[in-house]
């Protein structure tokens, strides 16, 4: 059977959503604000996109028998949407929860906070976790003077690093999970999850430590005195949480074979999606107002911006990833280190989500004694050890700059809203991930990849 390769041009319309993502906000800040722009950029890049890949819709472009047009159809219907429908299920759910309170902001008190939303990091996403705790961190450590260094590790250890152990804890994982990796698969990874969070933890107590040392009097006794007890609001959330982590557990091909089949009606098909939409609509009608939006200042613009983006990036990655596929051998990456860096070094820069897609894509071209040589055990089509470097790479390293991943960002946000001073975009580099987080994930390499 011959096949059609994949032009190396149909990459351009992928590399230029994801460098308009990376760069949009820093050089067209008042443009890249606006959710309508953001979609008017996914439309002119993905339109021309599936018009060609439709146009060639019978060109066979793997050995399965995958033509260019069901390959888009897959890439819209079965990744795009199953990924944005969870990502808005965990929005609205967590969005639903708040956890108010101003306790006494000592470094044990703080770690612990940090501890807490590590681990929450893989139970209800990294944007759950980051969005549920750093008003009450923030909040907390209100009187001290020094804080930037408890946003910046926040935003690796809560919003990154936590979210390694569950498809739910970051959106690269889930797209590896629909690719054939178990929900109970990524728990294995727990050893690099427990050594860097340990470490990470343990730099920050060190260095809260200091800081509170340096604090003026008068700021800790204003913090001593200004306290008021934690408190939870939106609890019947947890329930459609659990439900959420069910779903995704349960109710796939794994469990329900007839999901997977080329003949079963829709809503077999998509009874995961289903669930989430309605636990996402049971959050929405058993949450309050005041909950929601008046004291977790609730927003649909980050979800919508999610969508308007992904659609764009879920286009004009469908032909990038089959040139991947198809070119693995030729582009020189057979070792796990190199999967781990590179994966690493893109989602840094870019989106992680997309970089984890093209390099297990990448992974599923490299040839049976590449593979062998790397682990027998596969693991969603590549070797185990080679899906975890990419899965490693991907959420870790997506600390290492404010645009690696979603919640960094909206993190920084609200900081700065709350009078905390941040670095800039080389700043947040030089000042911590280059000198702090990198060293990490070096010795996180060397150890278990």
């Not at 728990?187 to 427990?194: I, V």
């Not at 051998?329 to 994966?343: E, F, V």
């Not at 894509?361 to 062998?372: H, R």
């Amino acid at each position: 059977m011959e096949y059609f390769s994949m032009p190396a041009w149909t990459m351009i319309p992928f590399v230029i959503m994801l460098l308009a993502i990376a760069i949009g906000p820093i050089i067209a800040e008042k443009f890249w604000e606006r959710n309508t722009n953001k979609l008017i950029v996914s439309a002119i890049l993905g339109i021309p996109v599936a018009i060609f890949m439709l146009i060639k819709g019978n060109e066979i472009v793997d050995p399965d028998g995958m033509n260019m047009a069901t390959s888009l159809v897959d890439t819209i219907f079965f990744d795009y949407l199953p990924f944005i429908i969870l990502l808005l299920s965990l929005y609205v759910v967590t969005g639903g929860i708040h956890l108010g309170g101003d306790i006494k902001a000592k470094p044990i008190i703080n770690t612990m906070f940090l501890a807490i939303g590590f681990v929450l990091a893989s139970l209800m996403g990294t944007t759950g976790a980051a969005m549920l705790l750093i008003r009450p961190v923030l909040t907390t450590n209100q009187q001290r003077k020094y804080k930037m260094h408890t946003v910046l590790f926040f935003i690796a250890l809560v919003a990154n690093c936590g979210g390694l152990l569950t498809p739910l804890g970051d959106p690269p994982l889930f797209m590896l999970f629909l690719r054939g990796a178990s929900f109970t698969w990524f728990a294995s990874m727990w050893a690099p999850w427990l050594f860097t969070g340990a470490i990470l933890l343990l730099l920050y107590f060190l260095a809260d430590t200091y800081y509170y040392r340096k604090e003026d009097w008068v700021n800790l006794s204003a913090d001593s005195r200004e306290r008021e007890p934690l408190s939870l609001s939106g609890k019947l959330n947890f329930l459609w949480l659990v439900g959420i982590i069910a779903s995704v557990a349960f109710i796939n091909k794994g469990f329900i074979p007839a999901m997977g089949e080329e003949e079963s009606p829709l809503y077999i098909k998509y009874l995961r999606e289903i669930a989430l939409v309605v636990l996402t609509v049971l959050s929405l009608v058993t949450t309050s107002k005041k909950v929601r939006y008046d004291e977790n200042k609730y927003s649909w613009d980050s979800i919508l911006e999610v969508a308007a983006l992904f659609i764009g990036i879920f286009v004009t990655m469908a032909p990038a990833l089959i040139f991947l596929k198809q070119h693995a051998a030729d582009l020189g990456l057979t070792h796990i280190w190199q999967y781990y860096y590179s994966t690493g070094a893109l989602s840094a820069f870019l989106d992680n989500t997309p970089t984890a897609v093209a390099f297990h894509s990448m992974a599923t071209g490299l040839s049976p004694e590449v593979m062998a040589s790397m682990d027998t055990t596969l693991v969603a089509g590549i070797p185990q050890i080679l899906l975890k470097a990419i899965c490693i790479g991907a959420v870790f390293f997506g600390s290492m700059t404010y645009i690696g991943n979603g919640p960094n960002f909206m993190v920084k946000s609200i900081a700065e809203a709350n009078d905390v001073k941040m670095p800039s975009f080389f700043g947040y580099m030089i000042k911590f991930s280059l000198i702090v987080l990198l060293p990490v994930y070096i010795l996180v390499q060397i150890i278990f990849l």
